[in-house]
């Protein structure tokens, strides 16, 4: 029997665990939700949540991976023969995951050349003939012009972008001169439409966004190229395996890291970047007593150190026999948990700036998700002294930061196929981003965000909450806490106390099945930024069901000993 690869160093490992766990989501969805649910207050309950869930989890699933030597599927088979279809299930979460995951790379690969060439600034197109009731001026630049004269406060006018009549107000308006003329719109975002800046380019002339996810518009062939860099880039960063990885992961990490502390140092020193990160951290401590700061730092902890996506269990497997799990679970969450803090300093610096340069408030100009990365952000980077420069940059540093968490999710499916059918890895991995290239295809349509944002809720909402749940309670009820601790200890630098039991026993499951009501009974409005309808939703749940099924038949099919 083949000797099981292993880690080149502890270092290796931690980088790579850590690589895997900070991602996009520490730039584009934690400073996002840290503002929404009470700033300060919420890095109170996001790292209380940590310590009581997210580093225990990481434990619990690097001692699964450690003490079986095997992926998920056969790390549960060997704890419960049954439960091979199981780690199946668990890999297809992380395998939908990465096919997204990539397609927002290959975003972020084709925005590199835009940000080289400023492709986001355009002129002003279709609107720019109407006739309006402001009165011109002498301005013969394109700008938001603040803040608003008061001769003009009052005067009625129709806004070009959505037709509709309003009446100049002294905030909330925004004015666009273009040349002679000054331009009225009744919203932040018609006036960027109007302009075609950066989301009118991004939404339109970049994804084609259809109207609604079933009109699949056309297939965006210029995303195609950063698709295929993307996936070679996934599939040659695991191509020997841990050996592969083990180098990758000093550029991965490092250089992202470096990007940031530039971000923070540039953004920190711009005009009006108090405000915003005054918006971001000052605390509403009255939120602490609201559920939904905790839903909202549970969910954000599961989501950021990637556990429930089969993927720490890999990463287990491949630690030598003598390994201090509990220390590198500890270092891991907290340095994921640090990035994601320094990354909410950056965005929220440079949003404080630009929201001081158009004269409105910082919640007018926060975003989350795409609407961030490849709207606001570029927005704020025009802007800059030296914007090409600091827009290869910053999406250098988005593909540095998700490069590590798209090639582990591949590892473990790569590790489950390798290591039922014993292939080699470079056949496995050959096999795994192939079919993860053919999934992602669809997405590179007008229809794109839409099947990205469906994909996305359903995976995170209830794909990893389900794995977590079944691994809290297989671990805790059936095989043994008090069992699996003692493991843990046996192979850490220190033992752990029965807090560990409790947190996998109850505090843990009952959070998990806290978080699923709450997101099934939330379910009675549209979901997401689009509105989507039931047939939407369906879809969603359609994966849910397929992924169970799928799990089964690959449990079922017969492996090589």
Same mark, same amino acid.
């Given at each position: 029997?083949?000797?099981?690869?292993?880690?080149?160093?502890?270092?290796?490992?931690?980088?790579?665990?850590?690589?895997?766990?900070?991602?996009?989501?520490?730039? !584009?969805?934690?400073?996002? $939700?840290?503002?929404?649910?009470?700033?300060?207050?919420?890095?109170?309950?996001?790292?209380?949540?940590?310590?009581?869930?997210?580093?225990? &989890?990481?434990?619990?699933?690097?001692?699964?991976?450690?003490?079986?030597?095997?992926?998920?599927?056969?790390?549960?088979?060997?704890?419960?023969?049954?439960?091979?279809?199981?780690?199946?299930?668990?890999?297809?979460?992380?395998?939908?995951?990465?096919?997204?995951?990539?397609?927002?790379?290959?975003?972020?690969?084709?925005?590199?050349?835009?940000?080289?060439?400023?492709?986001?600034?355009?002129?002003?197109?279709?609107?720019?003939?109407?006739?309006?009731?402001?009165? +011109?001026?002498?301005?013969?630049?394109?700008?938001?012009?603040?803040?608003?004269?008061?001769?003009?406060?009052?005067?009625?006018?129709?806004?070009?972008?959505?037709?509709?009549?309003?009446?100049?107000?002294?905030?909330?308006?925004?004015?666009?001169?273009?040349?002679?003329?000054?331009?009225?719109?009744?919203?932040?975002?018609?006036?960027?439409?109007?302009?075609?800046?950066?989301?009118?380019?991004?939404?339109?002339?970049?994804?084609?966004?259809?109207?609604?996810?079933?009109?699949?518009?056309?297939?965006?062939?210029?995303?195609?190229?950063?698709?295929?860099?993307?996936?070679?880039?996934?599939?040659?960063?695991?191509?020997?395996?841990?050996?592969?990885?083990?180098?990758?992961?000093?550029?991965?990490?490092?250089?992202?890291?470096?990007?940031?502390?530039?971000?923070?140092?540039?953004?920190?020193?711009?005009?009006? +970047?108090?405000?915003?990160?005054?918006y971001y951290l000052t605390p509403v401590w009255g939120k602490l007593l609201s559920a939904d700061i905790w839903l909202a730092a549970i969910s954000q902890v599961?989501?950021?150190?990637?556990?429930?996506?089969? $993927?720490?269990?890999?990463?287990?497997?491949?630690?030598?026999?003598?390994?201090?799990?509990?220390? *590198?679970?500890?270092?891991?969450?907290?340095?994921? +948990?640090?990035?994601?803090?320094?990354?909410?300093?950056?965005?929220?610096?440079?949003?404080?700036?630009?929201?001081?340069?158009?004269?409105?408030?910082?919640?007018?100009?926060?975003?989350?998700?795409?609407?961030?990365?490849?709207?606001?952000?570029?927005?704020?980077?025009?802007?800059?002294?030296?914007?090409?420069?600091?827009?290869?940059?910053?999406?250098?540093?988005?593909?540095?930061?998700?490069?590590?968490?798209?090639?582990?999710?591949?590892?473990?499916?790569?590790?489950?196929?390798?290591?039922? !059918?014993?292939?080699?890895?470079?056949?496995?991995? &050959?096999?795994?981003?192939?079919?993860?290239?053919?999934?992602?295809?669809?997405?590179?349509?007008?229809?794109? =965000?839409?099947?990205?944002?469906?994909?996305?809720?359903?995976?995170?909402?209830?794909?990893?909450?389900?794995?977590?749940?079944?691994?809290?309670?297989?671990?805790?009820?059936?095989?043994?806490?008090?069992?699996?601790?003692?493991?843990?200890?046996?192979?850490?630098?220190?033992? =752990?106390?029965?807090?560990?039991?409790?947190?996998?026993?109850? =505090?843990?499951?009952?959070?998990?099945?806290?978080?699923? *009501?709450?997101?099934?009974?939330?379910?009675?409005?549209?979901?997401?930024?689009?509105?989507?309808?039931?047939?939407?939703?369906?879809?969603?749940?359609?994966?849910?069901? &397929? =992924?169970?099924?799928?799990?089964?038949?690959?449990?079922?099919?017969?492996?090589?000993?």
């Open positions: 029997m083949a000797t099981r690869e292993v880690w080149n160093s502890k270092t290796a490992f931690i980088l790579a665990a850590i690589g895997s766990a900070i991602g996009l989501g520490n730039i !584009w969805r934690f400073p996002y $939700i840290t503002f929404e649910n009470g700033g300060g207050a919420f890095l109170v309950a996001y790292f209380v949540c940590l310590f009581i869930a997210g580093i225990p &989890l990481l434990m619990l699933e690097f001692s699964i991976g450690h003490m079986t030597k095997q992926a998920a599927p056969g790390a549960f088979a060997k704890l419960r023969p049954k439960m091979q279809w199981f780690g199946w299930f668990a890999v297809g979460v992380g395998f939908v995951i990465v096919t997204y995951y990539a397609i927002i790379m290959s975003w972020s690969v084709n925005y590199t050349w835009e940000a080289a060439t400023l492709g986001w600034q355009d002129n002003i197109g279709e609107y720019a003939n109407v006739e309006y009731a402001v009165e +011109a001026t002498d301005l013969d630049n394109m700008a938001v012009l603040t803040p608003v004269p008061d001769r003009l406060v009052g005067k009625s006018y129709i806004d070009p972008v959505d037709g509709n009549q309003y009446t100049v107000q002294s905030s909330g308006t925004f004015l666009v001169a273009w040349e002679g003329s000054l331009y009225a719109m009744s919203s932040l975002g018609n006036a960027d439409t109007f302009m075609s800046s950066p989301g009118d380019f991004f939404y339109n002339d970049f994804l084609g966004l259809t109207s609604e996810p079933w009109d699949m518009g056309t297939f965006r062939w210029p995303l195609l190229v950063g698709f295929i860099i993307t996936w070679v880039w996934i599939v040659a960063s695991v191509w020997k395996g841990t050996k592969t990885v083990s180098k990758v992961v000093f550029y991965t990490v490092f250089i992202p890291w470096g990007l940031l502390i530039l971000f923070i140092i540039r953004g920190v020193t711009l005009p009006g +970047a108090g405000a915003g990160i005054s599961f989501f950021s150190l990637s556990v429930g996506f089969a $993927i720490m269990i890999a990463y287990g497997s491949f630690l030598p026999e003598k390994t201090n799990i509990a220390g *590198f679970a500890i270092v891991i969450g907290i340095a994921d +948990a640090l990035t994601a803090f320094f990354g909410g300093l950056a965005v929220f610096s440079a949003l404080g700036y630009q929201a001081t340069k158009m004269g409105v408030q910082v919640t007018e100009v926060v975003q989350s998700g795409p609407g961030l990365a490849f709207v606001a952000y570029p927005h704020i980077i025009s802007n800059l002294p030296g914007a090409r420069i600091f827009g290869v940059l910053f999406f250098l540093m988005l593909l540095t930061l998700a490069v590590d968490s798209a090639f582990s999710l591949l590892e473990a499916a790569t590790a489950a196929v390798k290591d039922k !059918w014993k292939l080699s890895h470079k056949k496995a991995n &050959l096999i795994v981003g192939g079919l993860g290239f053919l999934f992602g295809l669809p997405m590179l349509t007008g229809a794109g =965000l839409y099947i990205l944002d469906i994909a996305d809720h359903f995976m995170n909402s209830f794909g990893l909450t389900i794995v977590v749940l079944v691994e809290t309670i297989m671990i805790g009820w059936t095989i043994g806490a008090e069992k699996q601790r003692e493991y843990i200890s046996e192979n850490s630098n220190f033992r =752990l106390g029965q807090w560990w039991n409790i947190c996998i026993r109850w =505090l843990i499951p009952m959070g998990i099945i806290w978080m699923l *009501f709450t997101e099934i009974a939330a379910r009675k409005v549209p979901y997401g930024n689009f509105g989507l309808r039931s047939q939407e939703f369906l879809f969603g749940w359609l994966i849910m069901l &397929l =992924l169970p099924i799928v799990a089964d038949v690959l449990a079922s099919a017969k492996g090589k000993k």
